[in-house]
């Protein structure tokens, strides 16, 4: 049975440089300008800090904030085939720790089991587009050692409940992602 909640709770999709994280910027903005308390939960969370594990033990260095993201394609892959809700249980544990009225996440892909966890637990999806050409031109300016889209493959089998196009500018994405917020207060 779905849980009820005074938080507003949202998880942004989209494919790599569509602008998820700047999205998640802009909805904390949003909780500052409204005076509500925010968090970010990412449900990658286990596969970061994985990630940092395998690379101190190859000896190897990862930028702040860069992802290697054929290793944490395969360390997700690995832990749904050990137990498919491993990463999504993982969250709900970390989220029940949170205090917040605006809780957000930007790091939603798997539809079939992630996805349906959230929804659980009161969150509305707000899915982020751009322009290939655009995303492809972020990404480029992103340091990631490697990219992989292996983990969007099935993004849009996610139903959002409202879309937002990141084509223009900063300041006509934030009208936008704050109009949708304010609709959902």
């Known amino acids: 049975m ?31 300008d409204k005076g509500l308390s925010h968090a970010r939960v990412k449900l990658a969370k286990p596969l970061y800090d994985l990630q940092a594990e395998v690379y101190r033990t190859a000896g190897a260095t990862l930028n702040a904030g860069a992802q290697d993201q054929i290793l944490m394609e395969a360390l997700a892959d690995a832990m749904r085939r050990i137990r498919p809700e491993s990463i999504a249980d993982d969250f709900v544990a970390r989220l029940s720790e949170v205090d917040a009225d605006l809780v957000v996440n930007d790091d939603l892909r798997d539809p079939h089991v992630d996805a349906p966890a959230l929804r659980e637990h009161g969150f509305r999806v707000l899915r982020i587009t751009c322009d290939e050409e655009l995303r492809q031109k972020r990404l480029a300016g992103r340091g990631d050692p490697s990219r992989a889209d292996g983990s969007t493959r099935q993004i849009d089998l996610i139903e959002p409940d409202a879309v937002i196009d990141n084509g223009a500018g900063l300041d006509e994405y934030r009208t936008a992602v704050h109009e949708i917020l304010g609709s959902w207060l």
Not at 23 to 28: D, N, P, Q, R
């Open 2 to 32: 779905p849980e009820t909640h005074d938080t507003l709770r949202v998880s942004i999709v989209g494919l790599a440089g569509a602008g998820k994280s700047t999205c998640a910027t802009l909805i904390e903005e949003f909780a500052r």
